[in-house]
């Protein structure tokens, strides 16, 4: 069991009972559990057979097509059916979809009732885990609606890890990667060597990586400035994954980021800032573990249509998070569409 104490909330690792003793202190008038399929068949029966208080269920559609506000407005309505009030617990057991989508529907009913997490996936353990990012899809663009709140606690069970499908982990692990090329060279060189997840001390990796987000979110909680770092990848990546939401073969999120982490790794080279060695060794680490997709990628325009209603950008300019070197990120970097076509041409040779 570890514990990690951020700003105003705890992280709890493999600690059942951390969860019964959260609930107990909230004198909480009543308890909602939001859960995907997946999640309503493979971990519910784990928390209900520790939870000592009743509870209510709210079942979502999976993925990340349903990630937007027509789920919302579901959720809304059935809490109304419930009868929560802000005096409720909203427990959102699932991976990153049902950890934004949840959050902010927990923030915004009556002006904001208590949430905490149960991630699921090993990409909501290291990623949405940490900072508070809420929000949900909107007209095709990635997390265009949402705010930043952090949840009462967060409760990380690597147990869950083992009811996911192999390319789910792989996709998590994306996130595990994009934190070493960002912040911690050391553990990049360790985790990129990595593609069979067998055997993994996962404890003690969900720790590692979470960590070193928050050494991040606790510097910059609002994401004023070095906060943009953890977007390393996601700027063309999100414009990838948007691309292919709607397709019959969609990428995971992990996948589409993967690919992102390249082409950005390459805009880094492009100015200097990494060697055409390690831009290579991102590249070949990359598809040892996620395959080398090429046939996903839209055409430069679509891409950067997708790219213009990204957070990160301001006044109309699209703004990436690179590398300056390995382990180190850097932010608010402006590129040319020559140079994103270069990066794109990288990725598909």
Not at 91 to 101: E, P, Q, R, Y
Not at 289 to 306: A, E, F, K, V
Request: aromatic fraction near 8%.
């Amino acid at each position: 069991m570890k514990k990690i104490s951020c700003s105003t909330y705890d992280i709890h690792i493999n600690n059942w009972d951390a969860v019964n003793e959260y609930i107990a202190k909230g004198d909480y008038s009543s308890i909602i559990i939001i859960v995907d399929e997946n999640t309503s068949e493979h971990c519910l029966p784990s928390i209900a057979g520790l939870l000592h208080q009743k509870f209510d269920i709210i079942e979502i559609d999976s993925g990340e097509i349903n990630k937007d506000l027509d789920t919302c407005k579901g959720i809304w309505e059935t809490l109304i059916d419930f009868g929560a009030d802000r005096h409720s617990l909203c427990i959102n057991l699932g991976g990153g979809v049902i950890g934004d989508m949840g959050g902010f529907v927990a923030s915004t009913f009556m002006r904001g009732m208590d949430f905490i997490q149960l991630p699921t996936t090993l990409l909501s353990q290291v990623d949405a885990s940490v900072g508070g990012k809420l929000g949900v899809d909107f007209n095709a663009y990635k997390n265009l609606i949402g705010i930043i709140k952090n949840p009462g606690a967060v409760f990380i069970f690597t147990d869950f890890l083992e009811t996911l499908p192999e390319e789910q982990v792989r996709s998590g692990f994306a996130e595990v990667i994009k934190h070493g090329l960002i912040k911690d060279a050391d553990a990049y060189y360790r985790d990129a060597d990595i593609n069979d997840f067998s055997d993994m001390d996962w404890e003690q990796l969900v720790y590692d990586s979470v960590m070193i987000k928050k050494s991040v979110t606790d510097e910059d909680p609002e994401e004023r400035g070095l906060r943009k770092i953890l977007n390393f990848g996601h700027t063309l990546g999100h414009a990838i994954e948007s691309h292919n939401l709607d397709t019959a073969t969609h990428l995971f999120h992990g996948e589409a980021i993967a690919i992102g982490m390249v082409m950005e790794a390459h805009l880094s080279f492009q100015k200097g800032k990494i060697k055409e060695s390690e831009v290579n060794h991102i590249k070949d680490s990359i598809i040892n573990i996620y395959g080398h997709h090429t046939d996903r990628i839209p055409d430069t325009d679509t891409l950067i249509s997708l790219m213009s209603k990204d957070k990160k950008n301001k006044g109309g300019v699209i703004m990436f998070s690179l590398l300056e070197k390995i382990g180190i990120g850097n932010f608010n970097q402006e590129v040319s569409i020559e140079d994103i076509e270069l990066s794109i041409g990288f990725w598909n040779a």
